[in-house]
């Protein structure tokens, strides 16, 4: 038998059995059309995070100060406490040229006002690389001053948000702000919608790094964000940073350097590792669709017993009797899962209008593993069902007996 | 052509062994036109099963065409039935989806017959059947007879030796039924082996030969040659 009459035979038996076809076409592609969606929104997820970490800034290192892992060394015979991490500190990290930018920093909570009215809101103390390091965008007027890190300066930039509630629609730059008992003037506000990691940037207000010091009067650093020249660069500034910091501080490792890219590999693995398992468990209900093909089929066999005697008699032998009936369950499942791939696109159009931030996308492993494991099943349940036709016995087949 | 002997066919009912044919020695010439006839149960069905390669016999040799089949196997027989012989079934057998011209090039289609050629051979078929007009007609929009005579189409269009029909006018009024075994008789004209089982006397009799079962045996093989 040719291979496109055997199509034609099987496709034409599906079509014959519609109502029968359409619900196992239904069962498949709800099952497949599950999986492609599902592990569609664990990438969606993935690429979320890892967006919202390359809004961080690039080629990013963040300097705390203390080591985050014992070393696993004999007690230390004196006390001892991580040692602050200084402006100079900061500073000196520029010493190495894979090191473009670094960018010191204070945090601290503080009263804003202007007049009467007032907000709790973070400071944060940085300098003027602090902006583009952070891909920060100014809304208007200008960022912090170029100047020396050391030197205070009583000048400030707003968050919109923080913006809105003291200034109202009324002109904000120019004009000068209270935080404590200090006056600063607002040179500039950051562009709208800075968030990222939870942090919402709308709500603070950045202060040269010197005068926030001099406000939470504290010399050290809360933190310090450095800048590799490039991505290759990104481990050699890890080391030079981590050697220059220990020269500083008499031969201590007391600081810990987090690349953002072994933060985002973390991520990246644990969301992966969901939208697989997501996927698996999505990837059952096609097992359950396998098991209707069967039962489908089996139905389609008792109901078609004399057919079946026909083509005994017409002279085909079981093989070609297994053929046709397996390949019916086969069409079966792959038209079911093409159906399923087409609802999930239309799915993941339609979220994606809903969620326009969310970054839905199926991986294309998604539909494609989808697909093959519809067709394996349906060859795998198709089996029993074609067995049973191919050893049925003519006479009986042929008498209905 | 055909050579049965000793052919013996039991069946296991419960406890009881049902003896379907025993003893059968029987010699069929090519073009040979026989009717079997017979009570119910007395195994002409089986008989026809057996002649048509459906069943096997549990003892006994059945060659055909000079080989011997009982001891081949399923393709084997599978390939002897689709190349030499057509089966005619009281209830047509006809696939309800497939139209008439498709359900008479089912045999071509299982063979593998490319599908130029089978479009030639099922419209000589079509042809010789008279039923041109209804090629593209489906069996639900035919009649009794006409359903009969595709189905007949499919059992000649592979151009078989030996032509099997059980009861092929069962379920046909008289006219038609008529009109169903001219066609078998011409069909044996032509040189085929006609084989009929049937209940009516009246297409008994027209046979060249009558073979009359009684119990799985042969009561009587008689050869007329007063043929209407």
């Known amino acids: 038998m040719r291979t496109r009459d055997l199509l034609r035979y099987a496709s034409g038996s599906l079509v014959g059995a519609r109502t029968r076809t359409l619900l196992m076409l239904l069962a498949m592609s709800v099952g497949v059309a599950s999986v492609v969606v599902l592990t569609a929104l664990g990438e969606g997820a993935r690429r979320y995070v890892v967006g919202e970490f390359a809004q961080l800034g690039t080629h990013l290192l963040i300097m705390l100060p203390g080591r985050s892992e014992t070393t696993g060394g004999a007690t230390p015979m004196f006390g001892e406490t991580p040692r602050d991490l200084t402006l100079g500190d900061a500073l000196s990290l520029l010493r ?306 | 052509m055909i050579d049965l002997l000793a052919v013996d066919r039991h069946f296991d009912v419960g406890d009881e062994v049902v003896h379907a044919l025993s003893e059968i020695n029987l010699n069929l010439p090519a073009g040979d036109y026989v009717s079997v006839m017979g009570p119910s149960g007395s195994g002409k069905s089986t008989l026809l099963n057996v002649l048509g390669l459906l069943d096997r016999p549990n003892a006994g040799n059945y060659s055909f065409n000079g080989v011997e089949t009982t001891q081949q196997g399923e393709e084997k027989r599978a390939a002897l039935r689709r190349d030499h012989i057509g089966f005619v079934f009281q209830a047509f057998h006809l696939i309800p989806r497939l139209t008439a011209a498709d359900n008479i090039g089912l045999p071509l289609v299982l063979a593998g017959v490319e599908p130029h050629e089978r479009g030639v051979r099922v419209e000589e078929v079509l042809e010789s059947l008279d039923l041109e007009e209804r090629g593209h007609h489906r069996p639900d929009q035919l009649s009794g007879g006409q359903r009969q005579r595709v189905a007949i189409g499919r059992a000649i269009v592979m151009k078989p030796d030996l032509l099997l029909a059980d009861e092929p006018t069962g379920n046909l009024d008289q006219h038609s039924g008529g009109e169903v075994i001219g066609l078998l008789e011409q069909l044996n004209h032509a040189g085929i082996t006609l084989v009929v089982v049937t209940h009516d006397p009246m297409i008994g009799k027209r046979a060249r030969r009558a073979i009359r079962m009684v119990d799985g045996r042969i009561e009587s093989d008689t050869r007329t040659d007063a043929h209407a």
């Open chain 1, 96 to 401: 190495h040229r894979s090191i473009v930018r670094v960018a010191p920093l204070t945090f601290g909570n503080a009263p804003v006002s202007r007049g009467s009215r007032e907000r709790e809101v973070t400071v944060i103390g940085a300098t003027h690389d602090f902006f583009p390091i952070r891909h920060l965008e100014i809304g208007s007027g200008q960022g912090l001053p170029v100047i020396d890190p050391e030197r205070a300066a009583n000048v400030a930039v707003l968050g919109s948000g923080l913006r809105k509630e003291l200034f109202g629609s009324k002109q904000a730059l120019g004009q000068w702000v209270r935080i404590n008992d200090r006056r600063f003037r607002v040179i500039g506000i950051l562009g709208y919608g800075g968030e990222s990691l939870g942090q919402n940037l709308d709500d603070m207000v950045v202060i040269p790094v010197a005068s926030a010091q001099s406000l939470f009067d504290t010399p050290s650093l809360f933190r310090v964000l450095i800048q590799a020249r490039s991505e290759q660069d990104i481990e050699r500034a890890q080391k030079a940073a981590r050697d220059i910091i220990r020269e500083r501080h008499d031969g201590e490792d007391d600081v810990t350097i987090i690349t953002q890219d072994a933060l985002l590999n973390t991520f990246d693995g644990i969301l992966r590792a969901l939208t697989y398992t997501v996927g698996g468990i999505a990837g059952i209900s096609l097992a359950v669709a396998g098991i209707l093909i069967m039962n489908v089929m089996l139905v389609a066999v008792s109901q078609r017993v004399a057919e079946i005697g026909l083509l005994k008699a017409l002279g085909a032998p079981e093989r070609q009797v297994l053929s046709l009936f397996l390949v019916e369950s086969i069409l079966l499942a792959g038209a079911g899962a093409a159906l399923g791939v087409l609802i999930s696109l239309i799915a993941i159009a339609f979220l994606r209008q809903l969620f326009p931030v969310f970054p839905i996308a199926a991986p294309l492993w998604a539909p494609l593993a989808a697909v093959g494991v519809a067709i394996a099943t349906g060859l795998l349940f198709g089996v029993l069902p074609a067995r049973r036709a191919a050893m049925l016995d003519p006479v009986h087949a042929l008498t209905g007996r």
